[in-house]
């Protein structure tokens, strides 16, 4: 791995850049290894990543059946937050952002996270409430989330529209200062470079078709378009593909598939600071560091793959967005995407051993997936290496379908991911 | 915005008109209490949510307000039968 | 590149010549100009500057591809529109266009810099630097990068503008309005159908408006077609997306292209198509070539400089010379020259030209070169020259000009149907991909089929040059400034899928979304890896086709339209009293009647007061109401919610509680039996909805057996609760048919009768605590009720109260709201509602999930009452509740503050909470930390008032 720096890029600019290596060399699978992760998203990827750095296991291979970084980590709007209000949602969401936090310098891999705030609109008592829960709940946790008054609001966003006899007034916000964005496609990138230099193959283009399990039930290795690879530990991290995983290891999930889309505006010079998200309103966005308004919209209704939404989510999006940000109705829409997002019943993710040995999950991050990457990655990385969960990633298990104890922020708080 | 064949109305109507039901043929048990809590939590939670043929229920919420099954590939999107609530899947499919 | 008009020639009206204004300088073009072509009639040959390094940018094509002549437009004060492309913009008088992307001018451009550093600024670059030191990146290197990035200026104030949509339905719809478009059109109309045609142009006809030979042919058909009364012709329109099941986004311009002052109406229309076929015929868009220099302004594409000649009337250039790699590059050639302008040379990079199109050129005396490519281009804010040799490697030789075309053959628009999942098939004729197999009903037609001949070609990645592309300034997407470099560099570095490349490079990601680059970035990808075009891959096309306005996508949908607020038949009436309202659901309801300058505070309490001393009157006419009918009713009840209603006498009323199948609770409700066989059902406010499909939902899908209808009747019936200890002396004289002696109508009891001569459903019930009864009459009577009430009332020293009274008077009964002391994680026995479940019943919805380990695990939260230690310090609404306020963060948290209020009753505030086994804490003493402050309180049960309910059975 040559080591990234303005020094090495000035050094490699009278060179016509011709010194820099592959980031990722092509790996043909090995029979065997001791990990084996399905997907190689941003999770999948940094699992990989901390499995060979902190967990002492490198003989590990990402198996993705399209392109690295090609699924959710490169079709989210890049949203990072803990303000969450559950002990355990925070928990786990600001063990992620503790570790965006130095991520860079970690990977020497700008992934550009930027704490520019997010702030999320309360416009009516209910939400009023809301938020100041989430705000003393979030203090006593140790996670920052402050309230904002209109006036602050609209200080610290001015294209923000606080007038009184809006359809949905502005009545505050609640800021988490800490929160902000990261370039998607670099975590992925960076993640995968980093593993890579440490040991671990990545191996694209190579659909996992089954997994052998022993007479004991116990992983034994995965099925794929390219032979069989052995291993005794398989985390999947394959995002809305994982019901059909699981399905290959006999178990049936809590899990459906939705299609969510997203869009960006052309590129405009800086007008947009931080982050906001109104969850009454259904809007949420931002604007990246080319310039684009970057939107997130909602899920279609329907159970879906196609990758395919629906113009009227996206009509509903932009009224939504201009709804609260009246000024960029001239503004125009480059280019939408779509998505498949796992949602579980309780919409919190599980991060979790299965009831087949040897066999890990990830999944269930529905919309909210990206802003837990580097936590989520760390945490199934523990869990695989340990055979049991870290105690933050705990409660995210299989059993509380069961026994009851959800964790269930949108119920409690009608709060968006 | 995908058509759907309501086959109360027997008429194509825009999705704005309906409402998604989720999986189809989830029949609620007759005596919950006999359940296990595992037979219980997989009525609750446990989902096909297969790549392909899906069977699912649809309510024609703006329309004649009737809930029906529907047979749809998720995929493509593309609806292959629908049906009224209280029949069969008529392609004999199970997820 | 200086630009002229031709002495004759073109589509334009040379007796009407338009002002226009160019960053702050006025020229002049003709009626039928485009802004693009005004301006380089007007000789303006730098147009912009490019997003990374700030190049000089001129004009590259004449349509959506283009990437470089993008402007603001300024149509007035807050009618802004940033990035607006220059060949789609039609001139008006007094147009105002704004170069973008430079400071302090359009030639003299500061950040132009960025060139000269640009080595350092290889595709990628930002993921290998600005890492040290760590807080640099947000301080210092992050905003720098933002500020150079963007092109032009966002909007700063709203937008006066408003928009239009509509939808539509057709059999056939016809995207493109060409030679193919308008004869598939015209096929469609023989059979009578409804026929759709749309045009992004201005007047239908595509590439034949740059072939004048085809213009009386066009004529008679375009006649043709106007004169179908089942055609109808949308021009100035987009066809943005394609989806499910032909269903078509289109936005049409509306005024855009008309002086601001004379502009009336909506800015731009929305159309939603759902078409039985679309057809196809979007064309192709000619593909520049990448070559050392092609990015000076004055080289541009072939095809556009013909379209300006034969369309516009303007010549590119007074020495133009052409780069081909395709025959096409002849034809326009000679079309131009025969036209007037001078064409100096034809250089191609075929060492054979087909047919006879070299012979041609040598008789218009223009010079042939083959086998031979463009190595330099000199000029950096206009073309001076070109610099080309044999093969790109021979002897250098030099033709001064002042403007290059491009001929590298030609991309089939098949946007709108890859969106719509259409399969594409790679085509080494064209060089291109062709659509293939559709899913949806619809096909292509034309060139976006490549059933158009545009003659031949080669299709090549980097022309030949004696340099290695490494030391080429030979540019890929010229808006964002990636050069063929730096996809060389991506693949180096390991980038093998397409997706990859794109996203390193920003190849394509440009406000043209790749119409010129894609294909040419496949191609050097393709040369780089050494695979074929077909195994890398395509990017995804993905809608919109070309930018589309947020207001024309959200149409009406904005202020009172975004979402319709709801208002109760009291409305009007609180308006007028100066209420102050608060939105809940969609409702909007009153929150207070503040007097006098009064703040919330002082009338609550107030308001209060009136309830416990004399009586007050509330609109309660948001709560949902359900008329569930039938044999089966009651059991159908009996199976919904917690409690038994089997056993319900008719004229009574019942508390119900319901639950999700999973445990929680979703609703509750006083409701009454009428009859045997009829209910009257209320919800909370914003739970109607809910609650009727869920039970629509049971009713249709799991006991279809039960002969039960529900049926919505919110909307039918105005509520009016009065509620205090003279509240049966308001309504005594007003009300006919009903006994109102407490035995004769006691508490949870309903009687129909007449209130003020209007029929009513009188319910004798109670959310304050008070004696109370809930007036139900028809909503048109309603407002001839509450009137009649309130003047009865003025002897009994009446009041309004709104929702914030509401909210403290049921509080100090410890009477729960859904939705603010539940959040949907509660359930009955977590509220203390264990009375409201029924025992005996064998099943209800949710009944088996309360029986799962955890719904009833030590430890749950429970509903307990707080008063804190000095009684006038009010707890805030979502405070935690903890037991050891010195404890570390992470501080353990037993519950949360829902509700809290002073209270009249109590004279002290009191506070509802749901803390961990709060039932067996009461006594205790626990604590909120604030973030200045430890409050203390102690744990209370939820009822602070008149515990044993004298007051309600007064």
């Given at each position: 791995?040559?080591?990234?720096?303005?020094?090495?890029?000035?050094?490699?600019?009278?060179?016509?850049?011709?010194?820099?290596?592959?980031?990722?060399?092509?790996?043909?699978?090995?029979?065997?290894?001791?990990?084996?992760?399905?997907?190689?998203?941003?999770?999948?990827?940094?699992?990989?990543?901390?499995?060979?750095?902190?967990?002492?296991?490198?003989?590990?291979?990402?198996?993705?059946?399209?392109?690295?970084?090609?699924?959710?980590?490169?079709?989210?709007?890049?949203?990072?937050?803990?303000?969450?209000?559950?002990?355990?949602?925070?928990?786990?969401?600001?063990?992620?952002?503790?570790?965006?936090?130095?991520?860079?310098?970690?990977?020497?891999?700008?992934?550009?996270?930027?704490?520019?705030?997010?702030?999320?609109?309360?416009?009516?008592?209910?939400?009023?409430?809301?938020?100041?829960?989430?705000?003393?709940?979030?203090?006593?946790?140790?996670?920052?989330?402050?309230?904002?008054?209109?006036?602050?609001?609209?200080?610290?966003?001015?294209?923000?529209?606080?007038?009184?006899?809006?359809?949905?007034?502005?009545?505050?916000?609640?800021?988490?200062?800490?929160?902000?964005?990261?370039?998607?496609?670099?975590?992925?990138?960076?993640?995968?470079?980093?593993?890579?230099?440490?040991?671990?193959?990545?191996?694209?283009?190579?659909?996992?078709?089954?997994?052998?399990?022993?007479?004991?039930?116990?992983?034994?290795?995965?099925?794929?378009?390219?032979?069989?690879?052995?291993?005794?530990?398989?985390?999947?991290?394959?995002?809305?593909?994982?019901?059909?995983?699981?399905?290959?290891?006999?178990?049936?999930?809590?899990?459906?598939?939705?299609?969510?889309?997203?869009?960006v505006s052309e590129p405009v010079k800086?007008?947009?600071?931080?982050?906001?998200?109104?969850?009454?309103?259904?809007?949420?966005?931002?604007?990246?560091?080319k310039g684009e308004l970057?939107?997130?919209?909602?899920?279609?209704?329907?159970?879906?793959?196609?990758?395919?939404?629906?113009?009227?989510?996206?009509?509903?999006?932009?009224?939504?967005?201009?709804?609260?940000?009246?000024?960029?109705?001239r503004m125009r829409m480059l280019r939408?995407?779509?998505?498949?997002?796992?949602?579980?019943?309780?919409?919190?993710?599980?991060?979790?051993?299965?009831?087949?040995?040897?066999?890990?999950?990830?999944?269930?991050?529905?919309?909210?997936?990206?802003?837990?990457?580097?936590?989520?990655?760390?945490?199934?990385?523990?869990?695989?290496?340990?055979?049991?969960?870290?105690?933050?990633?705990?409660?995210?298990?299989?059993?509380?379908?069961?026994?009851?104890?959800?964790?269930?922020?949108?119920?409690?708080?009608?709060?968006?991911? | 915005?995908?058509?759907?064949?309501?086959?109360?109305?027997?008429?194509?109507?825009?999705?704005?008109?309906?409402?998604?039901?989720?999986?189809?043929?989830?029949?609620?048990?007759?005596?919950?209490?006999?359940?296990?809590?595992?037979?219980?939590?997989?009525?609750?939670?446990?989902?096909?949510?297969?790549?392909?043929?899906?069977?699912?229920?649809?309510?024609?919420?703006?329309?004649?307000?009737?809930?029906?099954?529907?047979?749809?590939?998720?995929?493509?999107?593309?609806?292959?039968?629908?049906?009224?609530?209280?029949?069969?899947?008529?392609?004999?499919?199970?997820? | 590149m200086t630009g002229y008009r031709l002495?004759?020639g073109g589509r334009i009206d040379r007796?009407r010549t338009i002002n226009f204004r160019f960053d702050g300088r006025d020229y002049q073009g003709f009626a039928g100009d485009t802004l693009a072509s005004a301006m380089a009639g007007a000789g303006i040959v730098l147009v912009g500057r490019s997003f990374k390094y700030h190049r000089p940018r001129g004009l590259l094509g004449i349509g959506s591809e283009e990437c470089n002549a993008l402007v603001s437009i300024n149509r007035g004060?807050?009618r802004v529109t940033p990035n607006v492309r220059s060949t789609q913009v039609w001139l008006y008088p007094g147009l105002n266009a704004i170069s973008q992307n430079r400071w302090p001018s359009l030639r003299w451009d500061v950040v132009a810099?960025n060139d000269?550093?640009a080595?350092?600024?290889?595709?990628?670059?930002?993921?290998?630097?600005?890492?040290?030191?760590?807080?640099?990146?947000?301080?210092?290197?992050?905003?720098?990068?933002?500020?150079l990035a963007g092109l032009g200026e966002s909007p700063?104030?709203?937008?006066?503008?408003?928009?239009?949509?509509?939808?539509?339905?057709?059999?056939?719809?016809?995207?493109g309005g060409g030679?193919?478009?308008?004869?598939?059109?015209?096929?469609?109309?023989?059979?009578?159908?409804?026929?759709?045609?749309?045009d992004e142009g201005d007047e239908?006809g595509g590439g034949?408006l740059a072939d004048?030979?085809?213009?009386?042919?066009?004529?008679?058909?375009?006649?043709?077609?106007?004169?179908?009364?089942?055609?109808?012709?949308?021009t100035r329109t987009t066809a943005f997306?394609?989806?499910?099941?032909?269903?078509?986004?289109?936005t049409q311009q509306?005024t855009d292209y008309l002086e601001p002052?004379?502009?009336?109406?909506?800015r731009e229309?929305?159309?939603?198509?759902?078409?039985?076929?679309?057809?196809?015929?979007q064309g192709a868009i000619e593909r520049p070539l990448v070559f050392n220099g092609n990015d000076v302004p004055g080289v541009m594409l072939a095809s556009a400089a013909r379209s300006l000649a034969l369309r516009f009337g303007v010549a590119v250039g007074r020495q133009v010379v052409v780069m081909a790699?395709h025959?096409s590059g002849?034809?326009d050639a000679?079309a131009m020259?025969?036209a007037?302008v001078t064409i100096?040379?034809?250089?191609?990079?075929?060492?054979?030209?087909?047919?006879?199109?070299?012979?041609?050129?040598?008789?218009?005396?223009?010079?042939?070169?083959?086998?031979?490519?463009i190595?330099?281009v000199a000029g950096r804010h206009a073309v001076k020259g070109v610099?080309?040799?044999?093969?790109?490697?021979?002897?250098?030789?030099?033709?001064?000009c002042d403007t290059v075309l491009m001929a590298g053959g030609w991309t089939?628009s098949?946007h709108?149907?890859?969106?719509?999942?259409?399969?594409?098939?790679?085509?080494?004729?064209?060089?291109?991909?062709?659509?293939?197999?559709?899913?949806?009903?619809?096909?292509?037609?034309?060139a976006?089929?490549?059933?158009?001949?545009?003659?031949?070609?080669?299709?090549?990645?980097?022309?030949?040059?004696?340099?290695?592309?490494?030391?080429?300034t030979a540019f890929v997407d010229f808006q964002n400034d990636v050069k063929a470099?730096d996809?060389?560099?991506?693949?180096?570095?390991?980038?093998?899928?397409?997706?990859?490349?794109?996203?390193?490079t920003t190849n394509g990601m440009a406000t043209d979304q790749g119409k010129t680059s894609n294909l040419n970035g496949?191609?050097?990808?393709?040369?780089?890896?050494?695979?074929?075009?077909?195994?890398?891959?395509?990017?995804?096309?993905?809608?919109p086709y070309t930018p589309q306005t947020f207001?024309a996508?959200?149409?009406?949908?904005?202020?009172?339209?975004?979402?319709?607020?709801?208002?109760?038949?009291?409305?009007?009436?609180?308006?007028?009293?100066?209420?102050?309202?608060?939105?809940?659901?969609?409702?909007?309801?009153?929150?207070?009647?503040?007097?006098?300058?009064?703040?919330?505070?002082?009338?609550?309490?107030?308001?209060?007061?009136?309830?416990?001393?004399?009586?007050?009157?509330?609109?309660?006419?948001?709560?949902?109401?359900?008329?569930?009918?039938?044999?089966?009713?009651?059991?159908?009840?009996?199976?919904?919610?917690?409690?038994?209603?089997?056993?319900?006498?008719?004229?009574?009323?019942?508390?119900?509680?319901?639950?999700?199948?999973?445990?929680?609770?979703?609703?509750?409700?006083?409701?009454?039996?009428?009859?045997?066989?009829?209910?009257?059902?209320?919800?909370?406010?914003?739970?109607?909805?809910?609650?009727?499909?869920?039970?629509?939902?049971?009713?249709?899908?799991?006991?279809?057996?039960?002969?039960?209808?529900?049926?919505?009747?919110?909307?039918?019936?105005?509520?009016?609760?009065?509620?205090?200890?003279?509240?049966?002396?308001?309504?005594?004289?007003?009300?006919?048919?009903?006994?109102?002696?407490?035995?004769?109508?006691?508490?949870?009891?309903?009687?129909?009768?007449?209130?003020?001569?209007?029929?009513?459903?009188?319910?004798?019930?109670?959310?304050?605590?008070?004696?109370?009864?809930?007036?139900?009459?028809?909503?048109?009577?309603?407002?001839?009720?509450?009137?009649?009430?309130?003047?009865?009332?003025?002897?009994?020293?009446?009041?309004?109260?709104?929702?914030?009274?509401?909210?403290?008077?049921?509080?100090?009964?410890?009477?729960?709201?859904?939705?603010?002391?539940?959040?949907?994680?509660?359930?009955?026995?977590?509220?203390?509602?264990?009375?409201?479940?029924?025992?005996?019943?064998?099943?209800?919805?949710?009944?088996?999930?309360?029986?799962?380990?955890?719904?009833?695990?030590?430890?749950?939260?429970?509903?307990?009452?707080?008063?804190?230690?000095?009684?006038?310090?009010?707890?805030?609404?979502?405070?935690?509740?903890?037991?050891?306020?010195?404890?570390?963060?992470?501080?353990?948290?037993?519950?949360?503050?829902?509700?809290?209020?002073?209270?009249?009753?109590?004279?002290?505030?009191?506070?509802?909470?749901?803390?961990?086994?709060?039932?067996?804490?009461?006594?205790?003493?626990?604590?909120?930390?604030?973030?200045?402050?430890?409050?203390?309180?102690?744990?209370?049960?939820?009822?602070?008032?008149?515990?044993?309910?004298?007051?309600?059975?007064?």
């Amino acid at each position: 791995m040559k080591r990234f720096s303005g020094l090495n890029l000035l050094a490699q600019a009278f060179d016509g850049h011709r010194g820099w290596p592959e980031h990722w060399p092509d790996k043909a699978p090995k029979a065997a290894y001791d990990v084996i992760i399905i997907g190689a998203g941003g999770h999948g990827l940094g699992a990989a990543y901390y499995l060979a750095t902190k967990y002492g296991i490198s003989n590990v291979a990402v198996i993705e059946k399209g392109w690295l970084g090609g699924g959710n980590a490169g079709r989210n709007t890049t949203i990072i937050r803990s303000n969450y209000l559950y002990d355990e949602s925070a928990h786990l969401y600001d063990h992620a952002v503790k570790l965006w936090d130095g991520l860079s310098q970690e990977l020497n891999y700008n992934v550009m996270y930027s704490k520019r705030g997010v702030l999320m609109l309360a416009h009516n008592v209910h939400d009023v409430q809301s938020f100041k829960r989430h705000i003393h709940a979030n203090r006593l946790n140790g996670v920052d989330n402050e309230w904002l008054t209109p006036d602050q609001c609209k200080a610290y966003c001015p294209p923000l529209d606080i007038a009184a006899n809006a359809r949905h007034p502005v009545l505050g916000g609640a800021l988490q200062r800490r929160g902000g964005t990261a370039r998607h496609d670099s975590v992925a990138w960076g993640y995968a470079r980093g593993a890579v230099a440490r040991g671990v193959d990545i191996i694209q283009n190579c659909a996992v078709t089954g997994i052998r399990r022993g007479p004991d039930g116990a992983v034994l290795g995965v099925e794929t378009e390219r032979g069989f690879i052995g291993a005794t530990k398989i985390g999947v991290s394959a995002a809305g593909s994982t019901s059909l995983v699981m399905k290959m290891a006999g178990l049936d999930f809590p899990l459906e598939s939705y299609p969510l889309q997203a869009l960006v505006s052309e590129p405009v010079k800086p007008i947009f600071p931080c982050v906001v998200m109104s969850n009454t309103v259904h809007a949420y966005i931002s604007q990246s560091d080319k310039g684009e308004l970057v939107i997130g919209a909602g899920t279609d209704q329907y159970v879906s793959y196609s990758q395919r939404g629906a113009l009227h989510i996206i009509e509903h999006t932009l009224a939504a967005i201009c709804e609260i940000f009246p000024i960029f109705t001239r503004m125009r829409m480059l280019r939408t995407w779509g998505g498949i997002v796992d949602v579980t019943p309780d919409r919190s993710p599980i991060l979790a051993k299965t009831p087949v040995p040897g066999l890990y999950v990830n999944c269930g991050w529905g919309t909210g997936g990206f802003k837990a990457t580097p936590g989520a990655a760390d945490l199934l990385a523990h869990t695989i290496a340990h055979d049991a969960p870290h105690a933050i990633n705990a409660p995210f298990n299989l059993d509380r379908f069961r026994n009851g104890r959800l964790i269930d922020e949108a119920a409690a708080a009608a709060v968006a991911h | 915005m995908i058509l759907i064949h309501c086959p109360y109305c027997e008429q194509d109507r825009p999705e704005i008109e309906f409402t998604y039901g989720g999986q189809a043929h989830i029949a609620r048990p007759h005596d919950p209490a006999a359940l296990t809590d595992r037979e219980w939590e997989t009525y609750l939670y446990i989902r096909a949510n297969p790549r392909g043929l899906h069977a699912e229920r649809w309510r024609h919420i703006h329309g004649c307000a009737r809930f029906f099954n529907a047979v749809r590939d998720t995929v493509t999107d593309r609806f292959t039968v629908t049906y009224k609530t209280g029949e069969a899947r008529p392609d004999g499919g199970v997820a | 590149m200086t630009g002229y008009r031709l002495p004759a020639g073109g589509r334009i009206d040379r007796h009407r010549t338009i002002n226009f204004r160019f960053d702050g300088r006025d020229y002049q073009g003709f009626a039928g100009d485009t802004l693009a072509s005004a301006m380089a009639g007007a000789g303006i040959v730098l147009v912009g500057r490019s997003f990374k390094y700030h190049r000089p940018r001129g004009l590259l094509g004449i349509g959506s591809e283009e990437c470089n002549a993008l402007v603001s437009i300024n149509r007035g004060a807050a009618r802004v529109t940033p990035n607006v492309r220059s060949t789609q913009v039609w001139l008006y008088p007094g147009l105002n266009a704004i170069s973008q992307n430079r400071w302090p001018s359009l030639r003299w451009d500061v950040v132009a810099l960025n060139d000269v550093f640009a080595p350092l600024f290889p595709a990628g670059f930002y993921n290998k630097t600005f890492m040290w030191p760590r807080s640099a990146w947000e301080k210092l290197y992050e905003p720098v990068i933002r500020r150079l990035a963007g092109l032009g200026e966002s909007p700063v104030e709203r937008d006066p503008d408003h928009y239009d949509a509509t939808y539509a339905h057709c059999e056939v719809l016809v995207v493109g309005g060409g030679r193919a478009g308008i004869d598939a059109a015209l096929a469609a109309a023989q059979s009578g159908g409804r026929v759709i045609l749309i045009d992004e142009g201005d007047e239908l006809g595509g590439g034949a408006l740059a072939d004048p030979a085809q213009w009386p042919v066009l004529m008679a058909l375009k006649q043709e077609l106007y004169s179908c009364s089942n055609v109808m012709v949308l021009t100035r329109t987009t066809a943005f997306g394609f989806y499910h099941q032909n269903f078509i986004g289109a936005t049409q311009q509306l005024t855009d292209y008309l002086e601001p002052a004379v502009s009336q109406g909506a800015r731009e229309k929305l159309w939603r198509i759902r078409a039985g076929e679309v057809v196809l015929a979007q064309g192709a868009i000619e593909r520049p070539l990448v070559f050392n220099g092609n990015d000076v302004p004055g080289v541009m594409l072939a095809s556009a400089a013909r379209s300006l000649a034969l369309r516009f009337g303007v010549a590119v250039g007074r020495q133009v010379v052409v780069m081909a790699a395709h025959d096409s590059g002849w034809h326009d050639a000679l079309a131009m020259a025969a036209a007037g302008v001078t064409i100096a040379a034809i250089i191609d990079v075929r060492h054979v030209v087909s047919g006879d199109l070299a012979e041609a050129a040598r008789a218009m005396g223009i010079a042939v070169h083959t086998g031979a490519a463009i190595t330099r281009v000199a000029g950096r804010h206009a073309v001076k020259g070109v610099t080309f040799a044999s093969d790109g490697t021979g002897p250098s030789r030099r033709i001064a000009c002042d403007t290059v075309l491009m001929a590298g053959g030609w991309t089939p628009s098949v946007h709108l149907w890859s969106h719509a999942k259409g399969s594409l098939v790679w085509s080494d004729a064209w060089g291109a991909y062709l659509p293939g197999t559709a899913l949806e009903n619809t096909r292509a037609v034309g060139a976006c089929a490549g059933e158009w001949d545009f003659g031949a070609g080669v299709v090549t990645a980097v022309l030949p040059n004696a340099l290695p592309v490494r030391s080429q300034t030979a540019f890929v997407d010229f808006q964002n400034d990636v050069k063929a470099r730096d996809i060389h560099l991506a693949v180096q570095e390991g980038f093998r899928s397409i997706e990859h490349i794109k996203r390193y490079t920003t190849n394509g990601m440009a406000t043209d979304q790749g119409k010129t680059s894609n294909l040419n970035g496949l191609q050097i990808a393709s040369e780089a890896l050494g695979r074929p075009v077909s195994d890398i891959g395509l990017t995804t096309f993905r809608p919109p086709y070309t930018p589309q306005t947020f207001g024309a996508l959200l149409g009406h949908h904005k202020g009172a339209l975004f979402q319709p607020v709801r208002k109760s038949v009291i409305d009007d009436w609180a308006n007028l009293q100066g209420a102050v309202f608060e939105n809940v659901g969609n409702w909007r309801r009153a929150r207070y009647f503040p007097q006098g300058g009064e703040d919330m505070h002082s009338a609550v309490l107030r308001e209060c007061t009136a309830v416990r001393e004399r009586v007050g009157v509330f609109d309660a006419s948001t709560l949902g109401k359900i008329e569930v009918v039938g044999p089966d009713a009651a059991e159908f009840l009996n199976r919904m919610y917690t409690n038994p209603w089997k056993g319900l006498a008719p004229g009574r009323c019942r508390y119900g509680l319901l639950l999700r199948e999973d445990g929680f609770i979703i609703d509750d409700g006083v409701s009454a039996r009428l009859a045997d066989d009829r209910f009257h059902l209320t919800t909370t406010t914003g739970g109607a909805a809910r609650v009727l499909n869920m039970m629509e939902d049971y009713l249709q899908t799991e006991w279809p057996d039960l002969d039960v209808w529900l049926t919505s009747t919110t909307e039918q019936w105005a509520v009016i609760a009065l509620q205090g200890p003279r509240a049966r002396d308001v309504i005594a004289p007003l009300v006919e048919g009903i006994d109102l002696s407490p035995a004769a109508f006691p508490h949870m009891a309903v009687r129909e009768g007449t209130i003020a001569g209007v029929p009513t459903r009188l319910f004798r019930v109670s959310f304050t605590g008070e004696l109370g009864f809930e007036i139900n009459v028809p909503a048109d009577q309603g407002r001839k009720v509450w009137d009649a009430v309130l003047r009865s009332g003025g002897a009994h020293g009446i009041s309004p109260y709104g929702t914030e009274a509401m909210h403290v008077l049921r509080a100090e009964k410890g009477f729960i709201i859904v939705g603010q002391d539940t959040d949907g994680t509660m359930t009955p026995y977590d509220m203390g509602l264990d009375w409201a479940v029924g025992k005996k019943k064998p099943d209800f919805v949710g009944k088996r999930s309360l029986a799962r380990p955890d719904m009833s695990a030590p430890g749950r939260k429970q509903f307990i009452g707080l008063l804190t230690e000095r009684p006038q310090d009010l707890l805030e609404e979502g405070a935690q509740v903890v037991l050891d306020p010195t404890a570390p963060v992470p501080v353990p948290m037993i519950g949360h503050v829902t509700s809290a209020y002073h209270s009249v009753a109590l004279g002290r505030t009191i506070a509802l909470a749901v803390i961990a086994d709060g039932r067996a804490r009461i006594g205790e003493m626990v604590f909120i930390p604030m973030p200045d402050t430890v409050i203390r309180a102690t744990v209370t049960a939820p009822v602070f008032h008149d515990p044993e309910g004298s007051r309600l059975n007064a």
